[in-house]
């Protein structure tokens, strides 16, 4: 079984806590992004990155100054945002290290796929940004079906903690794997609702119960019952887990 999750736009330098122990099976492929991105000017790039003139600056300069191969971070550090926060991957134990490493892939527009101990720099480049490189028009073309390919000749069982844009990686190219995706929500006038911090809060501390309890099947998940979620037998199906926030300990988005 692997877990697939997706980066976070914000990330981090720390080459000090823990030993990165190799580099990502698409460096070569990254080197390639990295060199189109360089072929850009600042202008185009801003529009591609969609983002502010601070961020951009300071993206701009990290490209520039960026060595793939060297003072790099291990990822499961370098990644800052709330589902992180939530797996809070600071405090695993070793055990808890290793189960990751084995079983949790975290994708990538830019690396492609990352094993958490892989070595990365800062990058900003999500899946959707329209970057034409290696004859293809946008990233979804660039990586085809190599993220799934990598992926599935690892296992055939997925668990799909990644958001869409990151998941259509894998889906699109599944076949006939076992994809097992995960609904984080509430039941409002009948239906099952999304929110979107909620959800990213509850798949880092999915990816976190998971690792401390060793899980190796998907059906280990049907007892996860934290925030305030409960897996729904009634609103589940075989590869699709439904897991709904009835209001007891529910999770505070403000955090």
């Known amino acids: 079984m692997l877990i697939i999750i997706s980066p976070a736009k914000k990330m981090r330098v720390d080459t000090d806590s823990l030993a990165w122990r190799g580099l990502p099976h698409f460096i070569d492929r990254a080197e390639e992004l990295r060199a189109a991105l360089l072929g850009m000017d600042y202008d185009d790039l801003k529009k591609l990155w969609n983002c502010s003139d601070a961020i951009a600056r300071r993206s701009f300069e990290q490209l520039h100054e960026t060595d793939l191969r060297r003072n790099?971070?291990?990822?499961?550090?370098?990644?800052?945002?709330?589902?992180?926060?939530?797996?809070?991957?600071?405090?695993?134990?070793?055990?808890?290290?290793?189960?990751?490493?084995?079983?949790?892939?975290?994708?990538?527009?830019?690396?492609?796929?990352?094993?958490p101990f892989d070595g990365v720099a800062p990058y900003r480049l999500e899946m959707?940004?329209?970057?034409?490189?290696?004859?293809?028009?946008?990233?979804?073309?660039?990586?085809?079906?190599?993220?799934?390919?990598?992926?599935?000749?690892?296992?055939?069982?997925?668990?799909?903690?990644?958001?869409?844009?990151?998941s259509l990686c894998l889906t699109r190219h599944s076949g006939e794997a076992r994809v097992v995706s995960c609904v984080?929500?509430?039941?409002?006038?009948?239906?099952?609702?999304?929110?979107?911090?909620?959800?990213?809060?509850?798949r880092g501390e999915m990816v976190r119960f998971l690792a401390e309890t060793g899980a190796e099947a998907p059906e280990a998940m049907r007892a996860?019952?934290?925030?305030?979620?409960?897996?729904?037998?009634?609103?589940?199906?075989?590869?699709?887990?439904?897991?709904?926030?009835?209001?007891?300990?529910?999770?505070n988005e403000s955090n």
């Open 184 to 202: 984080f929500g509430e039941e409002i006038g009948g239906k099952v609702v999304e929110k979107g911090t909620l959800c990213k809060m509850a």
């Open 128 to 166: 959707q940004a329209r970057l034409a490189a290696g004859g293809a028009k946008d990233l979804y073309g660039y990586w085809s079906g190599d993220i799934a390919a990598r992926l599935l000749a690892e296992s055939s069982c997925i668990v799909d903690l990644a958001s869409k844009e990151y």
């Open 72 to 115: 790099l971070t291990p990822a499961i550090l370098s990644y800052v945002g709330i589902q992180y926060q939530y797996m809070a991957p600071g405090v695993f134990t070793q055990d808890e290290f290793e189960y990751i490493q084995a079983h949790l892939r975290i994708l990538s527009g830019f690396y492609g796929v990352l094993r």
């Open 224 to 251: 996860f019952a934290r925030l305030g979620y409960e897996f729904s037998p009634e609103h589940s199906g075989a590869d699709s887990y439904v897991f709904i926030n009835s209001g007891k300990g529910r999770a």
